[in-house]
C-alpha cells in the first residue's frame, strides 16, 4: 500500500514538472507576446504624451524582457538536461505572468477612464483581449496561471468599458466578462487534453524502459541476460581493439550449477528458482564489484572480468567453486550443489567476443566432463577435440545411409570342444575424412544425439541376418547401450528382426553392462524380462568392473557373464586375480551360467582359463575382429582355436613384415 502511495506521488510530480516545462517550451511565442506589449505601451504613450502611460510602458518592457530572458535561459536548460528546481521556475513564471498581465489590465482601465481618445481605447483594449486570448492555449499546462491572467488581463478592462458610460462600451464589458468565462473553459479542456497527452508519453516511456529492462535482465534474479552481456563483451572488445580503455585482458567465467536439475526435479520449481537467486546474491557479495554477472538461462551464469588475466582468472573461478562447495542453504533446504566453471582469457583464447565465448564454454564442457566441481581454462586442444566432436555429431546422422558403418565379428570359443560357440558382433566405422573411429569414441556421441536407436537396430539387423547362415550351434551376440532401454523401442525392433531374418531367438544374445541398473525405474527391469520370455540370451558383460555384481546376479537372471578383460591381463602372475576369476566360475557354475573370459592374449591366459573350467573364451590369440566374409569362411572350415591360433600368427607375422 505505502509503495503504491508512493509511486502515485513520484507519478504526479513528474507530471507536474512536465507542465512547468510546458509552460517554457516555446519562447518565441512568449517573445513575440512580450513585442507585441511593448509595441502597443509604446504607441499609447506617443499617442497619449502622458507620464503615467510612459511609467506604464517602462514598467511593462522591463516585467517583457525579464519573462523572455528567463524563457529563454530555462529552455536552453532543458535542452540540455539539466531542468533544475522546477517549483521555483513555476513560481518564477506565474509571478511574471500575473504582473506582465496585471499591468496591461490596469493600463487599458487606466486608459478608459483617464482618456477620451478612441485611438488609445483601441490600442489599451485591443491589448489586453489579444493577450487574454493567447493565455487559455499558451499556459493551459497551469490553469490558475492562465485563468488568473485572464482575470488579470480583462476584469479591468471590462471594468473601464464599464464605467466610460457608453452603451457600445458597456456591451463591451458584458461581452469580455462572459469571455473571462469562457476563457476558463477552454482552459480547463485544454489542460485535460495536455494532460492526458502527458501521461499517455510517460506512460509509454515507462512501457519501454519495462520492455528494454525485460530485454536486458533476468527477470527472476535481476542480473544481466544473455543479450546483455554479449551486447557489454562487444563493447569491450570494440574499447580493446579502439585502445580506449587501455586494457588488454579480459576474462570469462562460464558457470554451471551441479545437480541443480535433480535440485529442480525433487523439490519443486520454486524452491528452484530460489536457489539460483540466493546464487547470485553470493556471487555479488563473492565479486564485489570485480565481475559483471549474467543468467545466460537455466543454471548456467556468466561472470565477465575486464582487466583479469589468465592468473586473476584462475584464482576467482577457484574462489567462486570453493563458494558453492559446502552447499547452499535455501528455506528450510540445505541443498548439495557444486559449481562446473570454465573459463578463457582474452585476447589470447579469442580473436572477438564470440568466439572467446565459445572457448570458455568449451572449457566448461570439459569440467563438466572430468567429474563436475572443477575449474578448467581453455586450452586450443580442447578446440580440436570440439571440432572432432562436431564431426563425428555430423557424420554419425548419415553413416548408415552412406554405408560407412561395417558390422565385424570375434569369434568366442568353446574351451571343450574348441570350435568357435558364439560371433560378437563389433561396429567398425570408417569416417570419409577422420578415418577409422573406435566406438569408444562414437557411441557415447551417438547416445547423447539420440542416435542409438537406429545404430542399435541397423547392428541387430545385420547380426541376425548374419547368423542365420551360420550352423544352428552357433550363437550371436550383440552389445546393448543403457540409451537403447530407455527408448523401450528395444522389444519390438528385437521381434520384428527375428521374425524378418527368421533367425531363432535362442541363438541371439544381448551384452548388457552394470551402468544400465543405475537408474533403474522399472523399465528396464520390465524390457529385460520381455526380451527373455522371447527366448533371447542375457549376458552381464565387463562383470567385476562395477560397484553391484553381486547384486545384479541376486535380482536378474542372465544366461551368461563375461569376465572383463582386466582380470585376465595379469591371471599368471596375480593370485588375487585367480582367486577372482576361480570364484566367479564357481558361481557361474552354480548358478547354472556360461561363463566367457575375455581378453586371451596369451598361451598362458588360454591354459589358466582351461584349469579354471572356464567355458568360452575370446581374444587377440585366437582371433581379431573380422569382416563377415573372412569369419563365414572361417565357420565354414570348422576352425578350432588351435587352427585359430595359427592363423591368428600367420597373420602377425604378415603384419610385422
Not at 32 to 49: E, N, P, T
Not at 422 to 428: M, T
Request: hydrophobic share 45%; net charge negative.
Amino acid at each position: 500500500m505505502l509503495e503504491a502511495i508512493v509511486g502515485e506521488e513520484v507519478r504526479q510530480a513528474d507530471l507536474r514538472r512536465a507542465l512547468v516545462e510546458s509552460l517554457y517550451a516555446s519562447p518565441t511565442s512568449l517573445a513575440i507576446g512580450a513585442l507585441a506589449g511593448l509595441l502597443l505601451s509604446l504607441a499609447i504613450a506617443h499617442i497619449s504624451r502622458d507620464p503615467v502611460m510612459i511609467l506604464f510602458t517602462v514598467v511593462i518592457s522591463l516585467i517583457a524582457v525579464a519573462r523572455t530572458t528567463s524563457a529563454i535561459f530555462y529552455y536552453r536548460k532543458l535542452k540540455s538536461g539539466r531542468g533544475g528546481t522546477y517549483r521555483l521556475w513555476e513560481m518564477a513564471y506565474e509571478l511574471g505572468a500575473w504582473a506582465y498581465a496585471g499591468m496591461l489590465g490596469a493600463l487599458a482601465f487606466i486608459t478608459l477612464v483617464r482618456f477620451d481618445d478612441p485611438a488609445i481605447h483601441i490600442l489599451s483594449v485591443a491589448l489586453a483581449t489579444g493577450y487574454a486570448a493567447g493565455i487559455s492555449g499558451r499556459n493551459a499546462g497551469r490553469i490558475k496561471i492562465a485563468v488568473g491572467q485572464t482575470c488579470l488581463a480583462l476584469l479591468p478592462t471590462a471594468l473601464g468599458l464599464w464605467l466610460d458610460g457608453n452603451f457600445g462600451y458597456r456591451i463591451l464589458a458584458i461581452v469580455l466578462a462572459t469571455m473571462v468565462i469562457a476563457m476558463a473553459e477552454i482552459t480547463r479542456t485544454t489542460h485535460h487534453i495536455v494532460v492526458e497527452a502527458l501521461r499517455g508519453k510517460k506512460e509509454k516511456s515507462l512501457l519501454a524502459a519495462k520492455y528494454e529492462r525485460l530485454a536486458r535482465y533476468d527477470s527472476l534474479t535481476g542480473v544481466e541476460n544473455r543479450m546483455a552481456m554479449q551486447m557489454r563483451l562487444r563493447e569491450l572488445f570494440d574499447d580493446n581493439r579502439e585502445g580506449r580503455d587501455g586494457q588488454d585482458a579480459l576474462a570469462i567465467l562460464w558457470m554451471d550449477l551441479d545437480r541443480f536439475k535433480e535440485i529442480n526435479d525433487s523439490l519443486g520449481h520454486m524452491v528452484g528458482d530460489a536457489l539460483l537467486v540466493t546464487v547470485v546474491e553470493r556471487l555479488s557479495a563473492l565479486l564485489e564489484g570485480r565481475g559483471h554477472i549474467a543468467r545466460f538461462g537455466g543454471d548456467e551464469f556468466v561472470i565477465l572480468c575486464p582487466g583479469a588475466g589468465r592468473d586473476e582468472a584462475q584464482a576467482m573461478a577457484e574462489e567462486v567453486r570453493i563458494c558453492f562447495e559446502q552447499g547452499v542453504d535455501v528455506g528450510a533446504h540445505h541443498l548439495a550443489i557444486s559449481a562446473s566453471i570454465g573459463f578463457a582469457v582474452g585476447p589470447q583464447d579469442g580473436r572477438d567476443a564470440d568466439e572467446l565465448m565459445q572457448h570458455a564454454d568449451l572449457a566448461l564442457y570439459e569440467a563438466k566432463a572430468q567429474g563436475r566441481n572443477r575449474v578448467m581454462g581453455f586450452a586450443w586442444s580442447m578446440k580440436e577435440r570440439f571440432h572432432r566432436i562436431h564431426e563425428i555429431e555430423r557424420g554419425l546422422r548419415s553413416a548408415i545411409a552412406e554405408g560407412q558403418m561395417e558390422l565385424h565379428f570375434q569369434p568366442i570359443f568353446d574351451v571343450k570342444s574348441g570350435r568357435i560357440h558364439i560371433c560378437e558382433g563389433l561396429l567398425r566405422w570408417n569416417h570419409p575424412a577422420l578415418g577409422a573411429v573406435s566406438p569408444a569414441e562414437f557411441i557415447p556421441i551417438a547416445e547423447s544425439i539420440g542416435m542409438i536407436e537406429p545404430l542399435t537396430q541397423w547392428v541387430l539387423r545385420q547380426a541376425c541376418f548374419a547368423a542365420v547362415q551360420w550352423p544352428e550351434e552357433i550363437r550371436v551376440a550383440i552389445n546393448i547401450s543403457p540409451a537403447s532401454l530407455r527408448f523401450g523401442e528395444l522389444p519390438r525392433a528385437v521381434i520384428e528382426t527375428l521374425m524378418e531374418s527368421g533367425l531363432s531367438a535362442r541363438r541371439l544374445e544381448l551384452e548388457v553392462t552394470e551402468s544400465i541398473f543405475l537408474h533403474d525405474d522399472g523399465q528396464t527391469h520390465q524390457m529385460l524380462r520381455a526380451l527373455q520370455q522371447i527366448g533371447l540370451r542375457l549376458v552381464l558383460d565387463d562383470f567385476g568392473t562395477g560397484y553391484s555384481s553381486l547384486s545384479y546376479l541376486r535380482s536378474y537372471r542372465f544366461d551368461g557373464i563375461k569376465i572383463d578383460r582386466s582380470f585376465m591381463r595379469c591371471i599368471t602372475e596375480s593370485k588375487e586375480d585367480q582367486a577372482i576369476v576361480s570364484a566367479v566360475g564357481h558361481l557361474a557354475e552354480a548358478l547354472g551360467m556360461e561363463i566367457v573370459a575375455e581378453g586371451i592374449e596369451t598361451a598362458e591366459q588360454l591354459q589358466y582359463a582351461r584349469d579354471a573350467h572356464i567355458h568360452n573364451v575370446q581374444g587377440f590369440l585366437m582371433s581379431m575382429a573380422q569382416p563377415r566374409p573372412v569369419i563365414d569362411a572361417m565357420i565354414a572350415r570348422r576352425m578350432t582355436i588351435g587352427d585359430a591360433m595359427a592363423s591368428e600368427l600367420r597373420q602377425a607375422r604378415a603384419r610385422r613384415a
